[in-house]
């Protein structure tokens, strides 16, 4: 059974840095496109930043040049470098791993920042 476990998460002020993690197990399969979502209170599910297996990147124009996407393949893990946070920055951050057999998402990651 595919599980992802975000990591990372926490309180930072603005103008500060966290780097999240998601670790995938449990399939032999090769992991296509990995994808950083996030949930602000009230607000719909959106699109951070996405990563190929090749490493081809994407990223939501709200955070061009301030987030950094980036994958260990060996590791089956993705990670998001996310620099000069700003309060609207405040969400759960989901990580989805597209294979082959289907899309799976992990639990979340609750990311905060004070003013």
């Known amino acids: 059974q595919v599980q992802l476990v975000e990591s990372g998460g926490g309180l930072v002020q603005a103008g500060g840095s966290l780097r999240l993690s998601c670790a995938a197990s449990?399939?032999?399969?090769?992991?296509?496109?990995m994808v950083w979502y996030r949930q602000a209170p009230g607000q719909q599910r959106e699109l951070v930043a996405t990563?190929?297996?090749?490493?081809?990147?994407n990223y939501a124009d709200s955070v061009k040049g301030r987030f950094t996407i980036s994958r260990d393949n060996a590791k089956n893990t993705v990670y998001l470098q996310m620099n000069s946070l700003k309060p609207e920055d405040t969400a759960v951050y989901y990580c989805?791993?597209?294979?082959?057999?289907?899309?799976?998402w992990g639990k979340g990651t609750l990311v905060t920042v004070s003013s």
């Open positions: 990563i190929t297996r090749g490493s081809g990147t």
């Open positions: 449990g399939s032999p399969f090769s992991i296509n496109d």
């Open positions: 989805n791993a597209q294979y082959t057999i289907g899309n799976y």
